[in-house]
């Protein structure tokens, strides 16, 4: 791969890297001008090109990369000797990957300028909007795959003001493009059907006709040879063969998919409030880890702590860290959790760990075809459906090409359905697969500590025995919140060391009660917040039961208490429209979606809502709710009663 930089000059040079070699960079995506408008190959090497018009973004992208840190940067102008055919082929089918490992993809949007629109419409509150959607970018067919390859597209007006990344527009890009939002939010493009793919691509243009196939080959995974002349029908035809030939293996796969933990573990970190390396990179340093990891007899790594204590937070940490580790191992992971009935079950875990090694290695796949090709989708469903599973993943463990060298589990005591069977399948697979290395993490369980118990090969990571690390993690997470909540909320210092001070001595070293708290805060006025500081509990059940009885002092008491008890007790997560018809029935309230949103905001410490869906915050939440005693299963007509007061 060939990458530019700043020359000592001031101008640019171009530098070869091998492809075990190639060093950070940024990657730029925009449309192209005319020809002669661009800088080419040939002007780069011969330092010229320096007038042109194209040049504007090649300096763009230049300084946008250092501001980030990154020496090097790739433009699909000047970074590809377009005079060599094979040069252009390979780039062609390298692209995707190139955009896939760029660290940074900057879209350069050269019709959309804030300045001229401010100077056109004074009033504009949006300034850039509409000539966002309306920009000549979205309908380009390279400038798809630009979209989805990289972990990271930051928007950029023409004047190189930021405008947002593929994330925070994700909702308005979905609006323009039809693309669905978790291919926005870097969900697997494996996961998506091939008539979606093609969907997306539909309308768009390419200044060459057969580009409108080539510009799809990394979007579907495939490589082919380029053949400019073939004409666009040609190199259609042989992109639908290339897709059908991969497509009957992908239904198997297809069939296996519940989940996929990838996007599973990028909404829990969302949702939680975002990964912080500072509070759980201790773990790296810990003699128990560092033992699991170096001694080759030790294969599974226990990490067993109380509610809250950032278990789930540290094994996202964990998946992170040793894929930087060794890039080239394999991680199969997944988060079980009660509160979704897709994550809280034994064949849910042994099909998302399944799901997530052939995808990373489809060669694999043999194992399933073996297995599913006379049966099909019905053999996931039926009865022996848990046997011929483990016995498929017996067999990818015993493989001996399997790349695999993580499996990890986290939350097993969240795993409510076959818990025994899941717990004994690691036990006993554990022998068999000495290349690959476990983790599981639980609460403090004596059930799970009874399964486990056996296990020779096994290390303990306590975090109850860390406490000093999970305290110093849980002031490091202290800190970052209340910068975040001082800066949102414009405390002035005494509010934000007060706040500072208040966590730091009441926090118990529980990273949840500190998040619940803080969530508390962000939704009380600035100037209330002192006033209602030490009226936070420093337990985790005072905290819970401070709030149960804020909530019954409230004028919206006896519905938050209807919608508390009625989620509390349900088998799955609620969504909104199903709860005004519960509640209801319950009290005859409004039936209106949005006041309910209004509502269960009042409910805040417990419930949270994501699309329409009403989760408990922690799972905690809900035990506080189930075991105290505050919901009475005997209530009338089948109602479950909360009691407030
Ligand atoms: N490293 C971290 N970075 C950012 N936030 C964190 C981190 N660790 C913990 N937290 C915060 O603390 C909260 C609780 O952490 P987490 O869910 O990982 O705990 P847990 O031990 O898995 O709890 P439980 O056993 O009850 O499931 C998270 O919602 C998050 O807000």
């Not at 975090?463 to 490091?476: C, D, I, T």
């Amino acid at each position: 791969m060939r990458l530019l930089r700043h020359s000592e000059t001031g101008y640019f040079s171009l530098t070869q890297f091998p492809d075990n070699a190639i060093p950070p960079y940024a990657i730029l995506s925009h449309t192209w001008g005319a020809d002669t408008e661009e800088v080419t190959f040939d002007d780069i090497t011969n330092g010229k090109g320096k007038d042109k018009p194209g040049c504007e973004k090649i300096y763009f992208c230049g300084e946008q990369a250092a501001r980030d840190k990154l020496d090097y940067f790739w433009i699909d102008t000047c970074c590809i000797n377009k005079s060599s055919d094979a040069e252009l082929s390979e780039s062609i089918n390298s692209m995707f990957r190139w955009y896939q490992c760029a660290k940074r993809c900057y879209v350069y949007l050269s019709d959309v300028s804030e300045v001229e629109q401010k100077r056109l419409d004074k009033e504009a509150k949006s300034t850039w909007e509409g000539a966002f959607q309306q920009s000549r970018w979205w309908t380009r067919g390279w400038t798809l795959q630009e979209l989805l390859a990289p972990t990271s597209v930051q928007f950029f007006s023409k004047e190189g003001k930021y405008l947002g990344d593929r994330q925070s527009l994700a909702e308005l890009i979905q609006k323009i493009t039809g693309i669905n939002i978790l291919a926005l939010q870097g969900s697997a493009l494996s996961n998506f059907e091939t008539s979606i793919k093609l969907k997306w691509a539909k309308n768009r243009q390419t200044t060459r006709e057969e580009d409108l196939s080539y510009s799809l080959l990394g979007i579907f995974g495939i490589s082919m040879p380029v053949i400019y002349g073939e004409g666009k029908q040609n190199a259609m035809r042989r992109l639908m063969r290339e897709i059908d030939q991969y497509e009957p293996d992908e239904i198997y796969v297809r069939n296996l998919y519940i989940t996929d933990p990838r996007d599973d573990k990028m909404r829990i970190e969302y949702v939680k409030g975002g990964l912080l390396e500072d509070s759980y990179r201790w773990v790296l340093q810990n003699s128990d880890f560092q033992r699991w990891q170096d001694d080759r007899q030790c294969q599974l790594l226990w990490i067993k702590g109380d509610p809250g204590k950032g278990k789930t937070m540290l094994l996202c940490g964990l998946v992170n860290e040793l894929k930087s580790m060794d890039k080239t191992a394999l991680i199969s992971y997944f988060f079980c959790q009660h509160t979704d009935a897709r994550l809280n079950n034994a064949m849910s875990v042994l099909q998302g760990l399944l799901y997530m090694i052939i995808r990373q290695q489809p060669s694999l796949v043999s194992h399933l075809r073996r297995i599913y090709q006379f049966t099909g989708q019905r053999h996931f469903n039926d009865v022996n459906a848990w046997f011929s599973l483990s016995e498929i993943f017996t067999d990818i463990l015993q493989d001996p090409t399997l790349e695999c060298r993580y499996v990890i589990i986290d939350a097993v005591n969240e795993c409510v359905v076959d818990l025994p069977k899941l717990l004994y399948f690691v036990v006993q697979k554990l022998p068999q697969s000495s290349q690959v290395k476990w983790i599981v993490s639980s609460r403090n369980l004596w059930y799970i500590e009874e399964w486990l118990e056996g296990v020779d090969t096994k290390v303990i990571l306590d975090l109850e025995r860390n406490a000093e690390s999970v305290s110093m993690a849980v002031s490091k997470f202290i800190q970052h919140r209340v910068l975040q909540l001082a800066c949102k909320k414009k405390y002035n210092n005494k509010t934000r060391d007060d706040v500072l001070d208040y966590l730091s001595t009441h926090a118990n070293d529980t990273f949840l009660w500190v998040a619940l708290v803080c969530k508390n805060l962000e939704s009380i006025p600035r100037w209330k917040t002192l006033q209602n500081l030490n009226a936070f509990p420093p337990d985790l059940i005072e905290f819970y039961e401070a709030n149960i009885a804020w909530i019954g002092m409230s004028d919206n008491a006896d519905l938050c208490r209807r919608i508390l008890s009625t989620v509390a007790i349900v088998y799955r997560p609620v969504r909104l429209e199903e709860l005004s018809s519960l509640v209801g029935t319950l009290g005859g309230m409004t039936d209106e979606v949005e006041s309910l949103r209004e509502i269960i905001g009042l409910c805040g410490s417990f419930l949270s809502i994501r699309g329409d869906t009403i989760y408990f915050v922690h799972q905690s939440a809900k035990d506080f709710l189930l075991m105290s005693g505050l919901t009475d299963p005997e209530g009338k007509g089948g109602e479950t009663a909360l009691i407030v007061n």
